[in-house]
């Protein structure tokens, strides 16, 4: 059965290809680099990553360290520097197209408590956002792509967290669960690792729904790609934005280089 699944979502990967509109053209391909072998692999699912000198990818005037030393993932975007993650905003999607974390650990386990005052984002144009409205009664989450519990170390950040700027409609079964699932591992995976590198956002069909009156595109699938760069070694996940059908992570596990394609996104950079 587990089998099935991984093959069953792989092709739900490559279908996606075509329906986000994306092609093997939008990455270049990878150069050899090296990782550092001798260094043990922490956690299962993490493989070396090759990464691709991309000195594009550092050129669009994106300045938010620590967040994008690996580079910007596109340049058609509204650009936010937060206080706890950069982010690229979709303006006609007006959601994020990706959002960056560097998780360490002394980020973790701050004493700042959730706000639960979602707005929308100050720093956007009425026209380029998300409202509250747009949400109401739309029978989905308003999920984070930067999780609100990797920013407990910054009352600011927590704030930024809950702009919706860092949300897009997201299932319910999936936001409460898998996804909830999935941002506690990535936490516990820093704490292992001391240091990774989390790139989220949407994956859009050609057809994808909306919600609202703005009107917000509606994700037919969410990724979530994270890197050590001290081992220089990744794992990407894609969840379809639908209840699960599978408790078990690996099953949504899909190749970074299949991520990118997919999003048209240059996720992990060199220059």
């Known amino acids: 059965m587990t089998?099935?699944?991984?093959?069953?979502?792989?092709?739900?990967?490559?279908?996606?290809?075509?329906c986000a509109g994306g092609t093997a053209g939008n990455t270049p391909p990878s150069p050899p680099t090296t990782s550092n072998p001798s260094l043990p692999s922490l956690t299962a699912g993490f493989t070396a990553l090759p990464l691709t000198t991309r000195p594009e990818q550092f050129s669009?005037?994106?300045?938010?360290?620590?967040y994008l030393d690996y580079g910007s993932p596109s340049r058609e975007i509204d650009f936010l520097c937060r206080t706890g993650f950069a982010i690229g905003h979709d303006p006609e999607a007006r959601t994020p197209r990706w959002v960056i974390e560097r998780l360490r650990v002394g980020t973790l386990n701050g004493g700042v408590e959730r706000t639960d005052d979602f707005r929308a984002d100050p720093d956007l144009r009425p026209g380029r956002r998300a409202e509250l409205s747009d949400y109401a009664g739309s029978g989905y989450d308003r999920g984070h792509m930067a999780a609100a519990g990797n920013v407990t170390w910054s009352l600011q950040a927590m704030v930024e967290s809950f702009y919706l700027s860092n949300i897009a409609p997201q299932n319910p079964g999936l936001n409460r669960g898998a996804w909830a699932r999935l941002e506690e591992d990535v936490r516990q995976w820093t704490l292992e690792r001391g240091d990774l590198v989390v790139i989220t956002g949407p994956v859009f069909g050609s057809?994808?729904?909306?919600?609202?009156?703005?009107?917000v595109r509606v994700p037919i699938a969410f990724y979530k790609v994270?890197?050590?760069?001290?081992?220089?070694?990744?794992?990407?996940?894609?969840?379809?934005n639908a209840p699960p059908v599978s408790n078990n992570r690996a099953d949504y596990q899909v190749p970074i280089e299949q991520i990118e394609r997919t999003t048209g996104l240059a996720l992990i950079s060199t220059r």
């Open 207 to 215: 057809q994808s729904a909306v919600i609202g009156q703005s009107p």
């Open 226 to 240: 994270i890197f050590d760069p001290f081992r220089r070694e990744g794992v990407g996940y894609v969840y379809p």
């Open 3 to 18: 089998q099935f699944l991984r093959i069953s979502l792989f092709v739900v990967a490559t279908w996606l290809v075509s």
């Open 60 to 66: 669009h005037g994106h300045f938010c360290p620590p």
